[in-house]
């Protein structure tokens, strides 16, 4: 296979430039610039792509990358010195994915150089195809799956990937010490519905970071059957990596469920749900819960689940402050999984940015057996649905953090038990049927309390049934309290309960909420 120089690839860079690059000439003789490309380019663009009709289709490949299956996918890797910002002086490097296996719809990316948006032409030069026989490449104009930016994150001479943009409307990043988990997207469109369908972006732009900068700045053309968009999102990276994202949506029809600021995860068991059993491993999550900040102020925690069958919860919402699928559990012990660092993967917080109105966070969980399925979603659904014919705007941060102490700065929670209520020996009797949830919190101003407990009573209610006896007991291992109590509900029936922990009327925790079905038949 014949390759490309690196002098002619930056020959065939510059010649894809030349047609946006050259200046006209004013009739004085005098060249008129051309503007800087921006986001308001990309909003026209959407603009006009959502009075066009919706078209979708897969790029048809040349052998063998028509037929790749995923190890062969990921064996084809771009050439470390082939970095697309090479000569930029930057921290950032930039690398594409190669069609083929999956993701086999191709997408344009562009480079912004001194406000000139430039194709990135497609070169076999780009790519080490490993152990892939390759006879014949593809044409320039093949387009790539997707890009990603690399950056000293974790040491100041060592690239690590900071951010990916892979699949459909799918990106990830990360901030210091973190391993890839959860995703985010820029939307999703009826999900937890059978009508759900996955918006996908068709064209990026990547402006040349400036010297020293640990900011990338990334523009992002959506399309999908649904909808239309124009997003913004500037990357900065450090301990806690933040991606401060724009959006302006078209939608292309009426009455659609469009979920903002989604995120997805995987959750398969946990000390709360042991439907699965994986051998030594008793845990295996991306997350273990949703956290939310009410427009009230107060802070809530739902520990995520494996249900048996799809379950939708929404939590109401005029002034939302705030919502993330956050994995707490940062113990190695609880997972023993050498090569997959589940306690490293990083939690997601979303913060809008001014007021998104009324509105629900709605949390999608479904049943699975295997931890390669990502069965969780998180987003905002506003209350009236965006309309056709009219730009909807928004915008948001995400965070990518590890303890994140900042969320929910009272008492968290940190463990969730569950299991049929039982004396304990105890004389007091136990309701046929009685179920008992143990709660670990800490943080806050727990710690004051450990010596004394009995200052603090355990706040539970139910939609459903009754709470029998609640109490609070010192957990020394965790320098915080453990609330128990039972729960009595009909066979059957479903309660959503709440807890949280209060002192002289002041309150000390977080909100835990969880859905509980009794078992049995009603």
Request: with cysteine; hydrophobic share 40%; aromatic share 12%.
């Amino acid at each position: 296979m014949t390759g490309f120089t690196r002098r002619q690839f930056v020959g065939a860079l510059s010649a894809v430039s030349a047609q946006f690059a050259l200046p006209r000439l004013s009739q004085a003789g005098t060249p008129n610039l051309a503007p800087r490309f921006g986001f308001d380019d990309v909003v026209q663009r959407a603009r006009g792509l959502a009075l066009a009709s919706f078209e979708d289709a897969p790029s048809r490949l040349p052998d063998p990358f028509n037929a790749l299956d995923y190890d062969s996918w990921r064996d084809i890797r771009f050439r470390r010195d082939r970095d697309i910002f090479a000569g930029a002086d930057g921290g950032f490097r930039l690398e594409t994915f190669h069609l083929g296996f999956l993701h086999r719809r191709a997408v344009t990316v562009n480079m912004i150089r001194d406000g000139i948006a430039t194709p990135i032409p497609y070169s076999p030069a780009l790519f080490d195809y490993g152990r892939l026989k390759v006879e014949k490449a593809p044409p320039v104009n093949t387009g790539f799956a997707g890009f990603r930016l690399h950056f000293p994150v974790n040491e100041p001479h060592v690239h690590d990937e900071a951010i990916s943009f892979l699949g459909a409307s799918y990106f990830r990043f990360l901030g210091r010490d973190q391993k890839y988990g959860l995703s985010a997207r820029a939307l999703c469109v009826e999900a937890g519905t059978n009508a759900e369908t996955f918006p996908f972006f068709r064209e990026f732009w990547v402006e040349t970071p400036e010297k020293g900068s640990n900011q990338a700045t990334i523009y992002a053309l959506l399309d999908g059957e649904a909808a239309t968009g124009a997003y913004r999102f500037v990357l900065t990276v450090g301990l806690e990596s933040a991606l401060d994202v724009q959006a302006v949506l078209f939608p292309r029809r009426a009455d659609v469920k469009f979920g903002l600021a989604p995120l997805t995860s995987m959750y398969l068991t946990g000390e709360n749900d042991r439907t699965v059993q994986d051998g030594f491993r008793t845990e295996l999550h991306d997350s273990d819960g949703l956290s939310i900040h009410m427009g009230t102020g107060e802070w809530l925690w739902r520990p995520l689940s494996n249900p048996e069958r799809p379950r939708i919860t929404s939590f109401l919402d005029p002034n939302n402050r705030g919502f993330g699928l956050l994995q707490r559990d940062r113990t190695f012990e609880s997972y023993q999984d050498l090569d997959l660092a589940y306690e490293n993967r990083p939690s997601y917080f979303i913060e809008p940015t001014g007021d998104w109105g009324e509105g629900r966070v709605e949390l999608i969980e479904l049943p699975t057996r295997d931890e390669t399925n990502d069965n969780i979603v998180a987003s905002w659904v506003a209350a009236k649905a965006p309309e056709p014919g009219e730009a909807y705007t928004y915008a948001y941060t995400i965070t990518a953090g590890l303890e994140m102490p900042r969320l929910a700065p009272n008492g968290r929670v940190v463990n969730t038990f569950e299991a049929p209520a039982r004396a304990l020996g105890s004389a007091e009797p136990v309701d046929p049927g009685a179920h008992r949830f143990l709660v670990d919190f800490a943080g806050g101003d727990l710690g004051y309390y450990v010596a004394d407990p009995a200052q603090v009573e355990a706040v539970a209610t139910t939609t459903a049934g009754r709470i029998v006896r609640a109490g609070v007991m010192a957990n020394a291992h965790i320098d915080g309290l453990r609330a128990q109590f039972d729960i009595s509900v009909k066979p059957g029936e479903t309660a959503d309960i709440r807890l949280f922990l209060r002192a002289s009327g002041r309150t000390l925790t977080e909100t835990w909420t969880y859905p509980w079905t009794s078992p049995g038949r009603a």
